[in-house]
């Protein structure tokens, strides 16, 4: 029989799987695996009406054989099997579901792409020929007394002849590429390593998969010590073992493992050392059907070992179909760990099919409701895990509310929290009920630190009057509340640069008219102070402090200092504009509008860059010339 061709498409895909560079070779086993899974399914669902299979389901398996002398892994399966027309159909096409969109994505590639184009797709059968030059398919079809050989060294076609088999079921023979400069291929003989990628990628597939294992057994020499007893050796024996456990623990039911196991299973696949803060169980029944077994961790991986994030793996009936399924859940619940399956996915899932999939989409809006409900859950019953929580994760949470205009930030509102004193936080929700009759705005204030924002002169006032503020230490904050704009109706209020709403019509007339007469005093600052702010008031916001420092328009001081970080110069280099703000009552200010007055400008003009240096201090602002300013200091201590 002559050689018969690939068909053209398949053809490229096979050149690509024959030089590929890709990284992930391993992932052929898995494909290979899940075949021959497969095929045992249709069997065995034929079985329950065909007396004539005589196999019961304890009868099934898988079976992987290594052999380093023709450099050969063998995966046999007693499944369906195909006949000669399956074997060319089947194995000579690509023959998924999802290979037109392989297809449109393979014309459009670049040389070049393509590689990344089998990271998308699942690529089945053909993934053999990454590791092996050629593959031999040795298969009998249930209800057929002829076997059927397949068999192909890659691009140059393949063979489709009778051949000798005695059962029913499947071998994949994939000869070994030889070892290279880049890739060790014969890693792929050793036992060890199939075992792991079998526990990898494959462990919870249903069915059994046996290997022989190498194992050391205890025998009798035959001869005797000393004493006369019997002496005893230890000698290598071949012994069948089964290397996948085949029943996922996310399968299990609620009875059947505890939360504890959970966790434990949990701590040694994720390397974790901590106990997760929360551990969801979910077996969904419906339009789509899944399990999934999620964890929040009670730290992030990050913050340790400075690992990427390891995310949710996608299983489709104990199948691993994806390492880190990262569409599944918006990037906020991004630190969420676990595993989902359904078998209502297809196993070649792609990056951005993902996005489309209708099932992923209704799992993970569900998934998100219930990480929400246990977040929720935490907050209310065990206060201090959620702060541990919150610690690691508020962040991502707080990125969340910002994220596209503010879209999802409705949903995560009521899990943000905010300090309002140093040792306390509290959610949106807790502020208001905690708020007295009289207070209309949410009061806040931003610094760099919790103590620099407690200690902001502006807070005077508010706390006076009995209102709490919320203390924004996060660089986020800002435009956390920026999106958020209100809580039950009560906006939020900047103490440093909006209107407190303290003032009555009477006394916001008097404050200008003082302001007008001032005028003179108040550019005499200004100017004194050579350009570092751009006005100069009197402030009614100020009890206890003889000045403080406020900006106008868009840039406050936090994203100044949030700037400063900035890769770009001239983002560094960004200003907002202050406003120097003087208490006229205190005895300080006094003192400067005294020498003002009396015509003393020198002096009048050095109380200015005085005060104007303390409001920077309280602001937390890094002060410019701290040398001038102890000088400016020691002289008034003459
Ligand atoms: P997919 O599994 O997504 O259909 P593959 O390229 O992996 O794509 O396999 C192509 C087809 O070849 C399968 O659909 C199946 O019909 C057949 N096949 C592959 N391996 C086996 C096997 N071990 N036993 C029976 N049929 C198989």
Known sequence: MGKKQFKAESKRLLDLMINSIYTNKEIFLREILSNASDAIDKLCYLSLTDEGVGLKREDFRIDIRLDKDTRTITVSDNGIGMTAEECESNLGVIARSGS??????????????????????????????????????????????????????????????????????????????????????????????????????????????????????????????????PKFDYRTVKADEIVNSMVPIWQRSRQDVTDEECVAWYKEKSHDQKDPAAVLRVNAEGTVSYKAMLFIPGQDSRDTMGDERQGIKLYSNGVMIMEKCDKLVHEYFDFVRGVVDSPDLSLNISRELLQHDRQLRVIGQNLE???????????????????????????????????????????????????????????????????????????????????????????????????????????????????????????????????????????????????????????????????????????????????????????????????????NEEMRNLRASRVLELNAGHPAVQALKAAFDGGEREKAANYAKILDTMAEMMAGCEIEDPAGFVGLVSDLLK
């Open 369 to 567: 409701k219930k990480i929400k409900g246990e977040l929720e859950r935490l907050l209310r019953s065990d206060r201090e895990k959620y702060e541990a929580f919150f610690q690691s994760f508020g962040t991502d949470l707080k990125a969340g509310v910002c994220d596209e205009y503010g879209r999802y930030k409705d949903f995560l509102r009521d899990l943000l929290l905010f300090y309002t004193s140093e040792d306390k936080q509290v959610t949106l929700k807790e502020y208001v009920a905690n708020m007295p009759e009289s207070q209309k705005p949410i009061y806040y204030a931003s610094a760099d630190t919790l103590r620099h924002a407690v200690s902001l002169p502006q807070c005077e006032q508010v706390r006076a009057r009995g209102y709490e503020l919320l203390y924004l230490v996060n660089p986020l904050d800002e435009v956390v509340l920026e999106n958020l704009r209100e809580q039950d109706g009560h906006p939020f209020c900047n103490v440093v640069t909006d209107d407190l709403g303290f003032e009555t019509e009477e006394e916001k007339k008097a404050a200008a008219a003082r302001e007008i007469e001032g005028k003179a005093l108040l550019d005499f600052v200004t100017e004194s102070l050579g350009g570092a702010v751009v006005r100069t008031g009197f402030s009614s916001k100020l009890t206890n402090q003889p000045c403080c420092l406020t900006t106008e328009g868009g840039l406050t001081l936090e994203m100044e200092r949030y700037f400063r970080r900035a890769p």
């Open 100 to 229: 037109s969109q392989f297809k449109e994505g393979m014309d459009k590639a670049q040389t070049g792409d393509e590689i990344s184009i089998i990271g998308q797709f699942g690529v089945g059968f053909y993934a053999a020929f990454m590791v092996a030059d050629q593959v031999t398919v040795v298969t009998r079809k249930y209800g057929e007394e002829q076997g059927v050989v397949w068999k192909s060294t890659g691009a140059d076609g393949f063979t489709v002849e009778p051949g000798e088999k005695t059962s029913v079921g499947t071998d994949v023979i994939m000869h070994v590429k030889g070892d290279s400069d880049e890739e060790i291929y014969g890693s792929y003989l050793e036992t060890w390593k199939i075992k792991a990628l079998v526990k990898k990628y494959s462990d919870y597939v249903r069915w059994p998969i046996h290997m022989e294992l190498d194992r050391q057994e205890r025998f009798e020499t035959g001869e005797t010590d000393d004493e006369g007893k």
